[in-house]
């Protein structure tokens, strides 16, 4: 035993350890008051443990060296303690044991490979810890371990699971470059320093549940495989996601962004889920691509600018708050912003695609806007039950958009080039701007009568079960929407763009059944015959001349004595309807009782009907 074993200390480099040789260099050891073998400046550089190895309990000085060793069976180094150790390109066959052990001032394990399943657990590393370049072909378990300083996992394989749950990482941690195969868990773990997971590759999951990143945490161009979840995660100073991929989608369910977060060029093949969490800094998704991404009910605190952000399918920001005024750039074919908060308001830009804002609230001044271009314009397919008085909507298509119950309609403002559904021609019918709720009430109106003049509302794309279930409104109801319309078109100067929501406003009020007369109804029916409700001059041309030619035939046939030609009582008809004060002259005949009572009618129709058509004119021109 003399041979290796000195009193500076235990030189067994390249030595060949049996069972029994190890059992008894480590028998003349020297140990301390408990009892536990006390090693000083041990070298086991090179040495081989064909039969594994016992160190449980040991205490290992400064200068502690297994670099390169080889262990045949698994090696046990439970509740042993290490002031300076070395486990450099160690060979662990079968894997190794070390739970409950305390590393000093520094430990490595560089290059290491554990054969079989490696355990770290509750193991403290006072000192920086190395376990760059490490192999772990089983499974790896650090749970509950201490990272006092830093700890680089760089390169690390782990082949089959990681287990690094509620371990606690003190001034940074590195996995740069790591490749995790199956399963990776970092549940309830604590990142105080700085955190990389640069360019590491995930397996089939990846759970981060419930940890905590303090200084900042960077998963840049990191690989994500089938899971990743990061739920009920603090991220505090940083949290930097700019390339990483998610093979299957993510989910930051109740997660924390306490500092700023990145996840620009981020791609998620699946779904992206970020309901219930809270931003309290800035975040960018600037050229990110998802399929859908979910952010219910999540909070902004002081997030300025959300966006690009666009997905192939749905962007949900259900219920969402956001406390400072943002700037929205959002493009994906499914939009829901059902119960949205903006306190301060919104500037959102909206590519292609269909957008509900299903009881969205919008706090301060807003605009939503779709950019002019060439392609078809993004659409807003709800804006039930939302407060819209100061929302201002740019260049979108409304025309199947549902409007009921918004609030204060009549403080919505329409710029550009709004697109909403038409009326279709035909007989008295005209091409006016209709709602999409008219549209659905006139087709079942028709289905009932099985007409086939209006069609449904244009057809939209958006899931019903988002949508909720629409209910086909009463004329009563319709009238109401249009009247708040209108008064926002009229408060804005704009009395063309009025005409056709006044025109809506009185059809609905013409065939309302409720809280109406039948002379009411009679009356605006007359008035929607003879001109549209003063905005179609054509119609009350067209009764002044029937009126004339009419009244032309009365007094031909009862209103004179002798009887005049009939051209002689057109001329008369023509000139009583334009002199409300004179009385046109009839040489060689006079007018019948009967000819001035419809003298009398004729000088009182013919100015209305010119003062409607004047009426209907200036409703169109007027600016």
């Not at 996995?175 to 360019?199: C, I, M, P």
């Amino acid at each position: 035993m003399g041979d290796f074993v000195a009193e500076e200390g235990l030189d067994a480099r390249g030595v060949q350890f049996s069972s029994a040789l190890l059992e008894q260099v480590l028998s003349a050891l020297p140990t301390d008051g408990e009892g536990r073998v006390s090693i000083d400046g041990a070298l086991f550089t090179s040495a081989t443990f064909a039969a594994g190895a016992r160190f449980q309990g040991a205490a290992f000085g400064k200068g502690t060296d297994f670099e390169r060793a080889s262990f045949g069976s698994r090696p046990i180094f439970d509740r042993a303690s290490f002031d300076r150790v070395s486990f450099r390109w160690a060979q662990f066959g079968y894997g190794a044991s070390f739970r409950d052990a305390t590393f000093g001032a520094r430990s490595t394990f560089h290059g290491a490979v554990f054969g079989d399943a490696a355990h770290f657990d509750r193991a403290t590393f006072g000192g920086k810890a190395g376990f760059t370049d490490a192999t772990f072909q089983d499974n790896a378990s650090f749970a509950k371990a201490t990272f006092a300083e830093n700890a680089r996992f760089d390169r690390a394989r782990f082949r089959h699971r990681a287990n690094f749950g509620a371990a606690s990482f003190g001034s940074g941690v590195s996995f740069r470059k790591a490749g995790f195969g199956q399963v990776a868990k970092f549940l309830s773990a604590t990142f105080a320093g700085e955190a990389s997971f640069r360019d590491a590759v995930f397996g089939d999951e990846a759970g981060f549940d419930e940890a905590r990143f303090g200084a900042g945490i960077s998963f840049r161009d990191t690989a994500f495989g089938r899971l990743a979840s990061f739920s009920r995660a603090t991220f505090g100073d940083r949290a930097w996601f700019t390339g990483a991929g998610f093979e299957h989608g993510a989910r930051f369910a109740a997660a924390t962004f306490e500092g700023r977060s990145r996840f620009d060029k981020v791609t998620f093949a699946g779904r992206a889920a970020f309901d219930d969490s809270r931003f309290v800094g800035s975040v960018s998704f600037e050229g990110a691509r998802y399929d859908d991404v979910s952010f219910r009910f999540a909070v902004f605190e002081q997030a300025r600018r959300v966006g690009p952000l666009s997905a192939t399918r749905l962007v949900t920001l259900d219920r969402a708050s956001f406390s400072q005024l943002a700037d929205f750039e959002l493009g994906a074919p499914l939009l829901s912003l059902a119960g949205t908060r903006f306190q301060e308001g919104v500037n959102m830009r909206v590519e292609a695609g269909e957008v509900a804002f299903d009881s969205a609230d919008f706090g301060g001044p807003s605009i939503v806007l779709a950019p002019r271009s060439a392609g078809e314009p993004a659409r807003v397919v709800s804006l039930r039950g939302a407060n819209v008085a100061q929302l201002t909507l740019s260049n979108l298509d409304l025309s199947a958009c549902r409007f009921a119950g918004a609030h204060n309609l009549d403080g919505l403002r329409l710029e550009g080039e709004p697109r909403f559904g038409r009326a279709p021609g035909g007989f008295l019918g005209t091409r006016r701007q209709m709602l999409a709720e008219e549209q659905e009430w006139r087709a079942g109106r028709e289905k009932r009568r099985r007409a086939r003049r209006w069609g449904p509302p244009a057809a939209v794309v958006f899931p019903l079960e988002k949508l909720g279930r629409i209910e086909q409104l009463k004329p009563e109801s319709l009238a109401s929407l249009y009247r708040g319309l209108r008064k926002g078109r009229e408060d804005n100067a704009d009395a063309p763009g009025a005409a056709d929501f006044y025109y809506g406003e009185m059809e609905m009020r013409r065939h309302a059944r409720e809280g109406g007369s039948r002379t009411e109804r009679a009356i605006l029916t007359l008035y929607w015959l003879v001109s549209g409700y003063g905005l179609r001059a054509s119609r009350a041309l067209v009764a002044l001349l029937a009126t004339i030619v009419v009244f032309a035939l009365l007094f031909w046939s009862v209103g004179f004595d002798p009887r005049p030609t009939f051209t002689r009582s057109l001329l008369f008809s023509a000139g009583s309807t334009s002199s409300l004060f004179r009385v046109p002259e009839t040489p060689g005949t006079s007018l019948t009782e009967v000819g001035e009572a419809l003298q009398i009618a004729l000088r009182l129709l013919g100015p209305l009907f010119f003062g409607l058509a004047l009426f209907s004119l200036r409703g169109r021109v007027k600016r």
